[in-house]
């Protein structure tokens, strides 16, 4: 079988990838259980000394890999550079803190020593996305080998590009040669894969959907999985916010990616009395936008990353009007070919609307009233994900104990919600479990060993 990438600006394919085979994905799997007897004993400082050649390569290869991501899902030229950047600087930050993160915890009892220790598990199977194609791979393979685990790949098809340059990169940068190997294969394959005896655990970042399957074919075989769904995440704006600062925000940060982002603003929950006035700053601010080449400086948004994807969120939003919803802005697919959408601004939003009860992954902005800060706090909790959320006030201390109310992995006050190396990132509900990133994400996927000394 032959899996093809797509240029989502022109809808034409870029690439063709010859699709592993069962005895080539066994072989692999294998060929990274072997690497990791080796690389387990390796001491953390080694392992960083790894990870600071990988952040020069990036640096050093970025506009390569930019030209890549942005032929392969339609990313803005200046939002791939920012990604490269991150995950350059996230090899730097665990290179430097990792190895303390990882460092042997005593812990009194009577015993004569009694501690903590943790120990890598073995080969990670990770499963990525493509709105992310270089940052959802650093994000989880530099704390897993870092541990010292190996990982096997299984990268979104229309971003295989992306995932073969980072496994030439990480062997550049002094890793053994099997410790990070992309697996060239389609979804059905994947269970298969999980069920592969020297699969240690399984992390995935994607839909609900998936993370049940993968949840599901892990738990048969008693592996450890850590699943990253999206979010429909809530922007609550309590009532003396500036409006003005918040549709800015609101916008810049719901069309990052075209809206293809799990963590952007997907429900603008804002006081009644003032949702009118929210309205026309947003309206001004959208119809400033330009969709266009995401090759131009000038662009500010460019295509979704299919045309599949494209026309599931017209689906929804075509419900949401058909239930009465407004299409204040956009809400149309363009004539020209490729994977294009407009910003589009909903409102008049109630139950039981896709906007209300579901992610919708593009670009855009859904306005939600509410009678008052409880009513608001409601709304935000009705959802069944819980990834992130913002609370944007001229109060930090008041917005902050709102935040606290807020069933979410991450809540943010007045910034956008994003990852940061430093900090834990993941969700509860149908957003998943598990954490990446901090001292949480490296210690994932590690056997927490209890060392007791009589």
């Known amino acids: 079988m032959v899996l093809v990438s797509t240029n989502p600006s022109l809808n034409e394919p870029i690439s063709t990838y010859t699709e592993h085979t069962p005895a080539e994905c066994d072989r692999i799997v294998r060929e990274a259980a072997t690497a990791f007897s080796e690389w387990k004993c390796r001491p953390p400082e080694h392992r960083s000394d790894c990870l600071r050649r990988l952040a020069g390569l990036l640096r050093t290869h970025r506009d390569t890999i930019v030209a890549l991501i942005t032929a392969e899902m339609g990313k803005r030229l200046v939002e791939a550079v920012a990604e490269v950047d991150k995950s350059a600087d996230a090899c730097t930050f665990f290179?430097?803190?990792?190895?303390?993160?990882?460092?042997?915890?005593?812990?009194?009892?009577?015993?004569?020593?009694?501690?903590?220790?943790?120990?890598?598990?073995?080969?990670?199977?990770?499963?990525?996305?493509?709105?992310?194609?270089?940052?959802?791979?650093?994000?989880?393979?530099?704390?897993?080998l870092l541990a010292g685990n190996t990982t096997v790949l299984k990268h979104a098809n229309n971003a295989t590009g992306c995932a073969l340059a980072l496994e030439r990169l990480f062997r550049e940068a002094g890793f053994p040669e099997n410790a990070l190997r992309v697996l060239v294969i389609d979804v059905p394959f994947v269970k298969q894969v999980i069920g592969h005896p020297l699969i240690a655990g399984v992390t995935l970042t994607g839909s609900p959907r998936a993370g049940r399957a993968v949840a599901?074919?892990?738990?048969?075989?008693?592996?450890?999985?850590?699943?990253?769904?999206?979010?429909?995440?809530?922007?609550?704006?309590?009532?003396?916010?500036?409006?003005?600062?918040?549709?800015?925000?609101?916008?810049?940060?719901?069309?990052?990616?075209?809206?293809?982002?799990?963590?952007?603003?997907?429900?603008?929950?804002?006081?009644?009395?003032?949702?009118?006035?929210?309205?026309?700053?947003?309206?001004?601010?959208?119809?400033?936008?330009?969709?266009?080449?995401?090759?131009?400086?000038?662009?500010?948004?460019g295509p979704m990353a299919r045309t599949d994807l494209r026309d599931a969120v017209h689906r929804q939003v075509e419900q949401c009007r058909q239930q009465g919803a407004r299409v204040n802005v956009g809400g149309s697919i363009p004539p020209e070919p490729g994977a294009w959408y407009p910003a589009t601004l909903l409102t008049d939003i109630r139950a039981g609307m896709p906007a209300w009860e579901e992610e919708i992954f593009g670009p855009v902005v859904a306005v939600i009233d509410a009678a008052d800060e409880d009513d608001a706090v409601r709304i935000a909790n009705s959802s069944p994900y819980g990834l992130g959320a913002v609370v944007f006030s001229d109060d930090p201390e008041q917005a902050e104990q709102v935040a606290r109310r807020i069933r979410a992995g991450c809540c943010f006050v007045n910034t956008p919600v994003r990852s940061d190396p430093r900090l834990p990132f993941g969700g509860v509900g149908l957003s998943g479990y598990g954490r990446e990133l901090g001292a949480q994400g490296l210690r994932e996927f590690t056997n927490v060993k209890t060392i007791y000394v009589a």
């Open 216 to 301: 599901a074919a892990a738990g048969a075989a008693l592996k450890k999985t850590v699943l990253e769904l999206g979010g429909s995440d809530p922007f609550l704006i309590l009532h003396d916010a500036d409006l003005n600062a918040a549709a800015e925000m609101i916008v810049a940060s719901r069309l990052l990616v075209t809206g293809q982002v799990c963590i952007s603003p997907k429900r603008v929950i804002v006081p009644a009395a003032r949702s009118q006035e929210l309205i026309g700053h947003l309206e001004e601010r959208i119809r400033r936008t330009r969709m266009g080449d995401p090759l131009d400086s000038s662009t500010t948004y």
């Open 95 to 144: 290179a430097e803190h990792g190895p303390e993160m990882l460092t042997d915890e005593p812990v009194a009892t009577e015993a004569r020593k009694s501690g903590i220790c943790y120990e890598p598990l073995g080969v990670i199977l990770g499963i990525m996305p493509w709105n992310f194609p270089v940052w959802q791979v650093i994000r989880y393979a530099v704390p897993a």
